[in-house]
């Protein structure tokens, strides 16, 4: 167990529809990353916060946003759904984003858009 | 920019084979480099870590040395197990920065058959 806890660990929803997925990291943690793991695109950087703030984007679409709670949980909201979304969505943490500090995973959100 | 590239899979082994799964990266300034591990069904797991040039990672057999000169982190095992069977992912992590990011390679599935 990596102390990462991710919910919901399933979804399906329907293409159009808006889903949050949450994301509460290991405790001291105060960074947080979000990736997306899909067959064709691999393991895609979406976004990480620090703290309460945006650090650092990456690959991540216009209807996609995440924001990172006073309690250092953190959400991903994915909007107006498309097929292609489908994909492992994780979340991890880290102390912070410096550069030998490890990161840990969750288990992912396996999102199923039909 | 930063980027990892590793050999492309699936390797298929037999148990108590010999292990080289490639990495290459390639980086501005010095990044820490890691081996994530992923079995079916289960999030991504660090293996092991090197965060300076000429550092050997090791862990569970596995082991990988930071090579500067050739911008290189390739993964060995002497003897693999079936129970190594899983997806393994060569990372590199920016200096804090240029964003403190996780940047994976693609992946390379590695099947050891009894």
């Known amino acids: 167990d990596s102390g990462v806890t991710q919910t919901p660990k399933h979804l399906i929803t329907a293409t159009g529809q808006r889903v949050t997925l949450r994301c509460s990291p290991r405790?001291?943690?105060?960074?947080v990353y979000w990736y997306q793991q899909s067959l064709d695109q691999g393991l895609q950087f979406l976004i990480q916060?620090?703290?309460?703030?945006?650090?650092a984007k990456g690959n991540i679409l216009e209807r996609f946003s995440a924001q990172q709670f006073p309690d250092l949980h953190s959400e991903l909201n994915l909007s107006s759904l498309e097929l292609g979304d489908s994909a492992l969505y994780f979340c991890?943490?880290?102390?912070?984003?410096?550069?030998?500090?490890?990161?840990?995973f969750g288990q992912g959100t396996r999102l199923t858009v039909v | 920019g930063n980027s990892v590239t590793q050999m492309e899979g699936p390797v298929t082994l037999s148990e108590e084979a010999f292990l080289t799964i490639n990495c290459t990266y390639t980086?501005?300034?010095?990044?820490?480099l890691f081996w994530y591990v992923q079995y079916p069904g289960e999030g991504l797991q660090l293996l092991l870590k090197a965060t300076k040039a000429d550092d050997k990672g090791s862990n569970k057999g596995f082991e990988a040395t930071y090579r500067k000169e050739t911008t290189s982190f390739h993964l060995e095992k002497g003897s693999v197990q079936v129970s190594d069977s899983a997806v393994y992912f060569c990372a590199l992590r920016a200096p804090s920065n240029q964003g403190g990011k996780l940047i994976f390679g693609q992946g390379t599935e590695l099947s050891v058959k009894p």
């Open positions: 916060y620090y703290n309460g703030e945006e650090r």
């Open positions: 980086a501005t300034g010095y990044p820490s």
């Open positions: 991890a943490s880290s102390v912070a984003p410096g550069v030998n500090t490890e990161a840990f």
């Open positions: 405790s001291g943690d105060l960074s």
